[in-house]
């Protein structure tokens, strides 16, 4: 039986128009002391196993950056890309700018959105589209940070970083659930 209800009718859409809203007001303060908290972290060691992640993440972003013509290095968490003149501009690349507040939101949107009726085989695909895409997303939204800093310089790649690129991982779920529930939770309820 497959349902007639709207995508951001019921649980799943207002508990992600909910999460949206409330990252939405909180980005000024999250812009403002994310760094902060970030090195408040890094010195208690809350963030160190997401921070091992940091250089394989670097290398794929410089290599995807290499493969577009656009000049880039990774040593490390440090990413090195030159401008439009030349020159390098450094960025370090912290746990904070890996996505973890998007996994989070996955996490969240997860546990509301595999509710109900369903085979374990699609709630299987489920998690590993949304676990694959996310990490795909908050690749491309480094990158993007990225090619931003060689053409236009490193403040724009900032301002870019702390505020259109917290809501690329939101248009992801939006779209992945929007997806999801109309081409495998229908199909797999139907049969």
Known sequence: MTSS????????????????????LLLPF?????????????????AQPIQALAPRVAAQAAGILYLFGVRAASSGSQLTVWN???????????WNCLGWQSAVLLVIS?????????????????????AAGTYLVNLARIV??????ADWGYVPAVVFHDYAGLLLPLFWLFSF??????LLVREAVAQ
């Open 177 to 182: 659930w929007f997806a999801v529930q109309r």
């Open 5 to 24: 209800r709207p995508f951001l009718e019921g649980r799943l859409g207002a508990g992600l128009v909910a999460a949206s809203a409330g990252l939405l």
């Open 84 to 94: 439009l003149q030349g020159g390098p501009v450094p960025i370090l690349l912290s």
């Open 144 to 149: 993007l940070v990225l090619v931003i800093a």
């Open 30 to 46: 999250t812009a403002t002391f994310d760094a902060a908290l970030t090195s408040a972290a890094l010195r208690l060691g809350l």
């Open 110 to 130: 997860l546990i509301s959105g595999l509710r109900g009726e369903m085979p374990w085989e699609t709630r299987l695909q489920v998690v590993l589209l949304g």
